[in-house]
């Protein structure tokens, strides 16, 4: 089975590539950033789901209404990372906290939940020739990929390094030092994407594969709750230290938010309200997804109603 790991790479490397310092003069606050290594992987990425479900779709009709959905998923994430790396929010982001803030958050609770509900990989797939995807499919299923991915998306394993991008960037020193470097910038951007298309995959995609590979369902649901519910909590609890904050802590912030007529602490109360207050509901919400989900699946039939049915 095709699994999430080319996904992270390649989506991480579109967030990667999509830091514009604005420290010249010239630049604008408002400007549209068309950075080519990012122009280019949106493209190919959304070429090849159009192929590939279009290649899909001329199969037949079975399961048709679950991939137009799953489109419907891909093209919404897929238009966020546009609004998130093209768009003049990624322009702001680099004069003002609160739209750096945003941008954070549209990366991790609205691309990447949508993305891994799009499962794009296996439509990816479908874009290549019958050669190439026999040759794809049986790289993905080596021991170099698979073990590596197993233990990249147990829920202990993907939860912990999606909490681990959140607080350790968050720092001071280290938020300061992406500020200042670009490099450092790039590492910041992968890594927040690439945790979260990790996290949601535990949340999301593990149910569906245990599901469809006669897995424990209500175990993965269970896990995925529990995720959604000690991630809600602390990253309620940094936004809130950052709304709260009787000081600045990002001292470089100070600049380029007072240019733009704004109060540097304000600046930040704000972005901390948006990781706080829309950044929980967005865990509620998934939350909400997946217990729907569990409560609607469908129990098997006893062994008594199988034979009366059977007979």
Known sequence: MLKLAPLCALLACAGA???VPADTPE???LAWTFEPWVIVVLTVSVVLYLVG?????RRGAQGRKERAARLAAFIAGWLT?????????HGLSEWLFSAHMLQHELFMLVAAPLLVIGRPLGVWLWAF???ARVRIGAATRSRWIRLPWRWLTLPLVAWTLHAAALWIWHAPRFFEAALARPGIHTLQHASFLASALLFWWA???RVSAGASEGGPEGASNAHAMLSLFTTMVHTGALGALLTL???IWYPSCIETTRALGFDPLQDQQLGGLVMWVPGGLAYLIGGLMVGARWLMRRPPPRIGERIAREG
């Open 27 to 29: 630049a604008s606050p």
């Open 203 to 205: 949340v999301f995609g």
């Open 53 to 57: 479900y279009v290649k899909l779709r």
């Open 17 to 19: 590539n999509a830091h």
């Open 245 to 247: 904050a009787p000081g």
């Open 81 to 89: 990372l546009v609004i998130a790396l093209v768009s003049p929010l």
């Open 129 to 131: 020739p019958a050669n």
